[in-house]
């Protein structure tokens, strides 16, 4: 079965890549390397280079896949702020542009990458997947925007929609200091001892674990529950900004902070209501933060020596 797999040269398109080749998958890859990186993507992937959001790109692609999951886009909310139309392009005009592909060649389903910024402000309790959509960036704009069209065309092309939320690990980009909280803090830490905090410390998130997350992806690619959902990708764990910072100390001895700024669109608190991904996806055990910390500190040092 031939599977394509769009932003294979990011963080979490490369990691789900490698999952389906390791499973006997033929894996095609779509990339324009805006935000990923060339030597992300995997051995023995397909590659198509170009914009999705480009009719040149979608026509290069194979008519024969069975399977779309979609990964490619722009993945920051404060970036989104510095060309809207830009971000409209790279997270909606593609997915529409794909469904449209997807139907053409007779796919079976598309699995896209969709996002917490979906919700916007919430309560301080478990968000579910029914939770009304606010959202406060124009990231979280285009992401919901894109939902839309999947379910509008969902008789044709049956989807899933995976809301992810902070997802950290070995292969996050440490020089992108706009996107991915644990990388960014890392990063800093890593580099001065010393991270600064843009926001309260007192705010809060649900960190998982890049090898949960590829199992979320591959659980949604095979299984026939999830089809036509919206399911987050999240532990139901709520951990404060003070708290990650914490637990990461014991890893990076002498780090540490100052709170100084803040982040356009900034959620204030936001953790998952885990019941979907645990009944739809089967997902209820996920790697502790703490143990995930320990993985990425490792990886990150080999980087950097």
Known sequence: MKVLVTGV?????AHVARRFLGAGYAVVGADDFSSGYRQNVPPGVDLVEGDLAEPATIAALPRDCEIILHLAGQSSGEISFDDPVSDLRKNTVSTLNLIRYGIACGAGRIVYASSMSCYGSVPDAPVAETTTCLPLSCYG???LAAEGYL???????P???LRMFNVYGPG??????????????????LDKSRVQVKGSLDRFRDFIYIDD???AWWQS??????VGRAINVGTGRRTTVRGLLEAMQPHVPGMDWYVEGSTPGDQSGIYADAQLIGGQLGLSRFVPLSEGLARFVAWARTQSA
């Open 213 to 215: 997350v590829v199992e």
């Open 172 to 189: 996050q980009d440490l020089s992108n200091l706009r996107q991915g909280m644990v990388s960014i803090y890392l990063a800093q830490a």
């Open 141 to 143: 704009v285009g992401k």
């Open 151 to 157: 379910r509008v065309h969902a008789k044709q092309l």
């Open 221 to 226: 690619a095979i299984r026939p529950e999830p």
């Open 159 to 161: 989807f899933v929609a």
């Open 9 to 13: 040269g990011g963080f979490i398109g």
